[in-house]
Structures are given as structure tokens and as C-alpha cells.
């Protein structure tokens, strides 16, 4: 019998805390990690309610058809985001991660869930919006009731465009770094194996 | 969730045999008492959880170290995106001196100086070291990481290589 490494002596013989669960308490915890994913999904549901709120206000009030149009846009995207929140949510709730996986297929089956959500958001979480900006702020910018010369309406259009064309392209730029970090993470794990 | 008739059972039974081995996998995961005492009851959470999918691929060991280790590697990612404060990187390089590892490491507080060593490595290496020294084997290690039994034994000789080099650099500076 070989034997035991004296660090193996050391971390076996630790001292060790008075530490249960009971079945009550097992319950209550798994109900409050449900309880908080509901609660962040509740939180993005409100966003869009927000958004849904102020655009279909501004088709009230607005006679303008393009901008009516723009905001229409905007409130489809809107709902369009909320129901592929709701059919994510209700993928992830069933599939979920396998935790007695391996340890490099779970950490593997993370690092692609991650790699699939940064790659597949800026398909329906930003490019939703996008129409129904462009045509809103162009039907603002170049609104028969605005008295000003066509340099001025396309000056205002590119004023108003360009901070979120940036932030868009921020975000954009910011998830392909994300993936490709990913990417060599992957492809460690699995040239480790 | 509706438990089945053996969750709990399994669970009780899991938790009476791998208990203190998730508290030592909590110490070497999370340096924050609080946040630690959260990692355990996550771990547990998750087995109970993992219970009403027990499916009997492999051994009750196994299964445990799988979900623990599981857990525990979603813990440092989270942590790591939400915190900067969690490693304690500078922790090991306080030893005090002595001529072999084991009394350096028998030393009040060497332990301590060990799990701080511990967090400091990437997931895959910490998850085997730490299996190591619950004392499972390079094929128990093998079926439990997902890596083959010959990369398993060669990470563990670099990994103690590296502890012995890491203590012993400290106890000349």
C-alpha cells in the first residue's frame, strides 16, 4: 500500500463546520433561485412595457404618418424581443446544464451557451430596433412641418443617428471580442483533454 | 419541483459521505466567509436538485464531485465577472521557513496558505488538484473531469511540482 502524500493528510484532516441542510431548506433555496430568474425576466418585460408605452403615446399624439410608422416599428420590435425573451427563458428552464456532465463537457456546454448567446445578440436584442429608428428619426428630420433647408434635415438626421449607430457598433464590437475570447477558451479545453 | 421518491434519500446519504469534502472544496474556491458559506449551500442545492435526475450513469462519487465541482466553477465565473476582489493571489507568498513542504504546510495557518495557493490556479487545474488530494486516483480523476487518466497524471505532477517550487521560493525571499 503506497503511502498518502502529506498534503493529501493535511487537506483530509481540516477542520470541518457544523454544516446541514434539511429537506425545508433545500426547497426553499431551489424556489428562490427560480424566484430570481422570474424576478430578472419580470424586469425586461417592464423595459419593453416602457418602450411599448412611450412609442404607442407618440402614435397617439402625433399626426405625422412616417413617424407613426417609425414608432409602430419600434413597438413591433419591442414585441418581438419580448417573445423571444419568453422562448429563451422557457428553452433555458428545460434544457438547462447538465451538472453531474464531466467537468470539461459542462464547463464546454457553458462556454458555447455563452459563445451562442453574445454571437445571437445583436440578432434579436438590437437589430429588432433598427427599422423602426431609422424611420423614425428620418420622418422627424425630414417632417414637411420643419422649415429648414436639406442640409440642416440631413445634418439633424446624422446627429441624431450616428450616437446610436455608435452604440450599436459598440456593442457589436464589444461581443466579437467576447466570442473570440471564447473561442480560445474552447479551444484549450480541448487540447487539455 | 416535484421531488421523486429517492431525491431525498440520495441526497441525505450523498451529504453524510461527501459533506466535509464540499466544505474543503468551498475553502479552496472562495476566500469570503460569507460568500463561502453561499458556495456550500449552492453545492448542496444543486446535488438535492441533481438527485431527481439521477440516472445512475456513474458511481454516487462521481456524481457528487461532478455537481459540487460544477457548481463551484459557475460560482468563480460569476464572481469573476461581478467581483476583482476575490483571489488572494499574494496570500501564499508569506511562508515562513522550513526544510520540507509538509511542515511548512503543517504550520498553524498552512492550510489556509494551501486553499489560497489553490484559488489562485485555472479551473481545470484546481478542480484536479483538489481532487487529488481527496486522495481519488488518476482514473477516478479521469471519469470525473472528462480528461484522459495520462493527462490527468501528468497535471498533477506539474501541479505539485509548482506547489513545491511556489512554497520554497517564498521561504527565501
Redesign the interface.
Known sequence: MSERDPLQSLWIHQQQENFKMTTAQLRQHATRFQSKIRTRNRIEYAAAALVIGVFAWMIAIIPEPMVRAGAGLIILGALYVCWKLHTLAGAADAGGLDHAASLADFHRSELLRQRMALAAVWKWYLAPFVPGMLVFIGAVAFTPELDAPLIARVTLFATTAAPIAAVFGLVAWLNARAVKALDKKIKALEEAG | ?KPVPDQ?QL?FEA?EAF??AL??LA?ATEANEERRRDL???M???L???FA??DG??SLRT?VY??A???A??HV?RERRTRRDTVDIDAAGELAGADS??RQ??ERD??NR?NAWIRRLK??DR?VITL????LGADAIA??????PG?VATRISRLKTQ?AKDFKETTHV
Not at chain 2, 487529488?132 to 486522495?135: A, F, G, P, S
Not at chain 2, 471519469?143 to 484522459?148: A, D, K, S, Y
Open positions: 419541483m431525498d441526497y451529504a459533506g466535509p466544505q474543503r475553502r456550500l449551500q449552492d448542496h442545492v444543486a438535492w436538485r441533481s435526475r439521477f450513469r456513474c456524481w461532478r455537481v465541482h460544477n457548481t466553477a459557475t465565473d513542504l509538509a504546510l503543517e498552512g492550510v494551501l479551473p481545470p478542480q487529488y488530494l481527496e486522495d471519469e470525473i473531469t472528462g480528461f484522459t493527462a506547489l
